[in-house]
């Protein structure tokens, strides 16, 4: 009986914890650690929490492999992003997600930042930036989702009406 205990304390429960097994470690990387970019389907395994993409880009495009990273090196605090490019022009659509509050609170301090309602209720911060940019960023149960557009021309703000439709893709399925 004691031995059967003193294992069953032992074990550890790893659900919770990046499986890096098909993960190959960035050397020399100062903060956290990243891992080379991987397909989808072995980003999806690998990550301790469901991983949802954009079924929504609003241009033909070419998708990246993934990139994971690890943020506090104990591969519980992970971020990972993938990276939309069009096929016609410089647009770029950047999706980062953290399984953690990475930014949002910070975000939601600064009021630079517009609030917006995705269709399921939940509150989103947009913003236009200088720099031909426009992001939005939401956190939804306990998952911090943060969306970049790079564009050439924001012809009547549209750019802030596809990164509603982009979020709405992710958060709705």
Not at 12 to 17: A, C, H, K, Q, V
Not at 58 to 84: C, H, L
Request: proline share 4%; with cysteine; net charge negative.
């Amino acid at each position: 009986m004691f031995d059967f205990d003193f294992l069953v304390a032992c074990t550890t429960d790893n659900s919770n914890l990046l499986d890096t097994s098909s993960l190959e470690e960035v050397e020399n990387n100062i903060s956290g650690r990243e891992f080379k970019p991987v397909p989808k389907d072995v980003a999806i395994t690998a990550l301790p929490f469901e991983a949802k993409f954009p079924k929504y880009i609003p241009f033909p495009n070419e998708e990246s492999a993934v990139t994971i990273g690890d943020w506090d090196r104990d591969f519980k605090k992970i971020v990972y992003s993938i990276t939309y490019h069009s096929n016609e022009d410089e647009r770029v659509i950047e999706f980062i997600v953290a399984n953690f509050d990475r930014n949002f609170s910070i975000f939601k301090e600064d009021n630079t930042y517009e609030e917006i309602t995705l269709d399921d209720g939940t509150v989103a911060l947009f913003q236009e930036t200088p720099l031909s940019s426009a992001q939005l960023h939401w956190l939804k149960d306990g998952i911090e989702y943060n969306l970049h557009y790079f564009f050439v021309f924001n012809e009547d703000h549209q750019a802030k009406e596809e990164l509603h439709k982009i979020a709405n893709s992710i958060n709705n399925d």
